[in-house]
C-alpha cells in the first residue's frame, strides 16, 4: 500500500480509499484481523458506492484488501441479525448488501478484483459484482461456504455464478462450499485470469491505468449493454437476500454456526484459514 | 462396486440402486453388454426418480455404470419406435425421457453424474441433468452422435449445452457429432473436472460424503435459485423432443441407421467403441 | 489457397466464394493490404449470405482469408460514414452490418471461422456470428479495440461476448481493448480452439467435410434449437449498432480516430499490427 494514500472518506474505518489519480481509485478493505463484514463496513460501503457512481472523473476502481491473508470474508455473526436486517434498503429498492453489489455492477466506471487471501461469502460475492477479477495464484482462496453452515449465500451468486461459469460448476462450488484456489478459479472461469503473486500487482496496476486512459462515455455505454446481456434481474437478487436471511433464522443454522465457533469460527487460526477443510469436521 | 450393495427397487433390471447410507444413493446404469437405453429402461428410471424426489433423508446421488466401457449409450433402436412413444407423459407434462430429465434437474437433492467409458446421446444427456459431473481422464468418451445420422437429439441438449459451455462449443459437440475424452471436456465445461481413472472413485466418493453430510434445507434451497438462473424452460425441452421423433420418422434417417448397423452399430466392438469415427464411414 | 478456386459470384472484388464442393464453400476475406471493411464490403458480403441462405446443397461453409496477417480488420474509415448509413437495411430490419451477422447465425448451415492473423473489430464480430471458431495458435490476434478510441462497438460483442464467455472476460475483451492470442481466447471459450499454425488447415478442412457430409435437415434443426437458446434478440443487436454510429460522430472519438490515424492507423506497420498496444500510446 502506497504510504501517502490516505482515507478520503470522512470516518472510514473499515475501507480505505485512495486516489492513484483522478480516473482511478482504490478501495482497500482494511478490517483485521479477518476482514469481516458487520452492518459498519456496510453503511461505509454504501457512502464510497455513492462516490463511484457520482465521481464525473473516476473511470477505473480497483477492490483490495489490506489484511494478509484476508481479501474480504463472510459475515460477523457476533452481530446480532436485526443490526443488519434494520439498515435501510438501497436505492434499488433491495436490502443494504444486495443493494451494493448491483449498484456496483451498474456503475458507469470499470471495477476489478484484486484478490489476495480469502475471498469466501461477501468476498466472493463483491468479485462477482466487479467487472474483472484477478487473483495471486498462491494466494487467492475463493469460497461459498454458506451450505456448509446450513446457511444459503446473501449476495447473489445463486444468480450470478451460473450466468459466468455454467450450472454445473456453478453447483459444485455453492454446494461443496470448499475453497477453491487460484488455478481452479481460472480454469471455471470465476475469475478473469489467476496470475503469480509476484506479477499480479503490476499487472492489474497495467490494467486499470490503461482502461483509466480511455473515454468514460465509451466504458459506461459498452458496460451497460454487456449488463444488458449478463445481469440477473433485481428480484433474482432480492429472491437470495430473502432466503439468506430465512436460513440463518433456522436453528438448525444456528446450532451449526455455534458449533463452528466452538471449532475456532471467527478466530485467527486454523478454522479461518480452512474453512473448506473445517466445514467436514463441523458436519462430521 | 460394494458387494453389499443390492437392488433396493424391486424388478430392477437394468438400474441398479443401492445405499451408500440414508443421506447417499447409487444408481448405476447395468444394461450389459452396450448400456443402450430402451422402453423397459425408461420405466425402471422414472421410478427410481419418484424414490430421489420422495425420500426425506436422502441428500446427494451419484449415477455410474456397472459396464465396462460405457457409463450411458444411446437408445436401443432395434425397439420399435411406437413403444418408446407410446409410454405415459409424466408429471411435469413433458414425455418420458425428457420428463425424467427435467425432474432430476429439480430434486431437491444434489446429483452426481461419474463417467467411465461411453457416455453418448442418453448418457450425455443424463450427465447434463445432473447437479456436476465429473470423468475419468482415460475411459470417458463423450458425445452427441446423433446429427452424425441424421437425428436431432432428444434430451434436450440444445437447450442446456450452450448455456453450459457457450453456443460455439455446443454446435461444435452437437453437429461434430465426435467422440470427446474426458480433458477436452473438462476444457470445454461439458464437465466439471476430467480426473485419473485411479483417483475418480476416491474424489467422488469423498465429495458426496461432504455433500451428504451438509443441511437437505440449504441444498435445496439453493439449488432451486441456481436452476432458476440456468434451466430452459420445459417448453424449449419439449421442442427438442418433438424434433427428435421427427427426426427418427424420416427415411433419410432410417436408412442412415440401417447402413449404420451394418457397419457394426449396435454389436459390440469397433463401431459402438467408436462412433464418432464410424460415422464417417457411414457417411462417405 | 487452391489454385482452381475462383470468384463464384460476380464482380466480387474484396470476398471470394470457392466452392470445395457443392456441400462446402470457403468465403476468402481478400481485401489487401489491412482487409478493412468499408461499404463495398458489405454489400458483397449481403449479396453471398443469401447465396448461403438459399443454395440446398450447401451445409458448410469456411471463413478464412487471402491477406498474410489480417483475417479481417476494423471498419476503414477513410470512408465517409454516411456511405455506411446510407446502406438499405437488411430482410431482419437491422442495418447492412448487424443484418448480415444475424443471417449467419440463422442459416441452415454450418459456419466455421479459420482465424489467421488479426481479427479486430469485424473480424471478431465475424468470429461471433459463426458457429465454431479455430484460431492459429501462432497467428491469430482478436480484439474488440473499439473502447480505446472511444467507439463502441457496432456488430454485437456486447450481447454475444458474455453469453458465449461469460460478463468477466467478455468486459476484459471489451473494456481492455487489448489484442488476444489464440491460446488465451481459446481458455476464455472466445474461440473453439487454438491450435498450430501448421496442423489449422487440415483440422478445419477435416471437420467442413465431416460435418458436410451429414444430413442438412438434422443440421439446420439442431442449429435452429441451440439458436433459441443462446442468440441475443435483433433489438439487443440493433441498439449496439446505434451506440456504436452515436459514439463515432462524438468529436472526442473523431480527434482520437484522426490522431490514431497520425500513429500510423490505417497504414501497414506497426500501429496495424499492434493496435492493442499503440491505443495505449494514443490515449497517453
Redesign the interface.
Known amino acids: 500500500m502506497n504510504p501517502t494514500m490516505k482515507a478520503e472518506i470522512s470516518n472510514a474505518k473499515q475501507i480505505r480509499v485512495s486516489k492513484a489519480s483522478a480516473n482511478y481509485w482504490r478501495v482497500t478493505f482494511d478490517n483485521p484481523p479477518l476482514n469481516l463484514m458487520g452492518p459498519a463496513f456496510l453503511v461505509e460501503f454504501a457512502e464510497i458506492v455513492r462516490a463511484i457512481e457520482s465521481d464525473e472523473q473516476l473511470k477505473v476502481v480497483v477492490f483490495d484488501s489490506a489484511v494478509e491473508g484476508f481479501f474480504l470474508n463472510h459475515s460477523d455473526f457476533t452481530v446480532k441479525l436485526e443490526e443488519l436486517t434494520s439498515l435501510p434498503q438501497g436505492p434499488t429498492g433491495l436490502e443494504a448488501w444486495p443493494d451494493i453489489l448491483v449498484r456496483l455492477t451498474l456503475a458507469p466506471v ?1 471495477t476489478i478484483a484484486k484478490i489476495r487471501g480469502r475471498a469466501t461469502g461477501n468476498g466472493s460475492e463483491i468479485l462477482l459484482a ?4 484477478f487473483a495471486s495464484r498462491e494466494k487467492a482462496l475463493i469460497s461459498q461456504w ?3 453452515v ?4 446473501g449476495g447473489g451468486p ?15 462450488v ?5 475453497d477453491i484456489h487460484g488455478d481452479l478459479a ?4 470465476y ?2 485470469r489467476s496470475l503469480p503473486d509476484a506479477d499480479l500487482d503490476v499487472f492489474v496496476d497495467a ?1 486499470a491505468i ?2 483509466g ?3 468514460k ?3 459506461f ?3 451497460r ?8 434481474t433485481d428480484i ?1 437478487m432480492a ?2 437476500w430473502d ?1 439468506c436471511i430465512a ?1 440463518v433464522k ?1 436453528p ?2 444456528q446450532a ?1 454456526i455455534k458449533a463452528f465457533m466452538d471449532l475456532g469460527f471467527h478466530k485467527p487460526g486454523d478454522a479461518e484459514n480452512h474453512i473448506g477443510k473445517y ?2 469436521r463441523l ?2
Chains 1, 2, 3 share one sequence.
Open positions: 470499470v466487479c467487472d474483472m477479477t454458506e451450505v456448509g446450513g446457511m444459503v449465500a445463486m444468480a450470478r455464478l451460473p450466468r459466468q461459469i455454467g450450472r454445473s460448476r456453478a453447483l459444485e455453492l454446494l461443496g462450499s470448499d481460472e480454469a471455471y472461469g475469475v478473469n490494467l490503461r482502461v486512459s480511455f473515454d462515455w465509451a466504458i455505454n459498452t458496460k449493454l454487456v449488463n444488458a446481456a449478463s445481469l440477473p433474482e429472491a437470495g432466503v436460513s433456522r438448525a443454522t451449526r466445514l467436514e458436519n462430521r
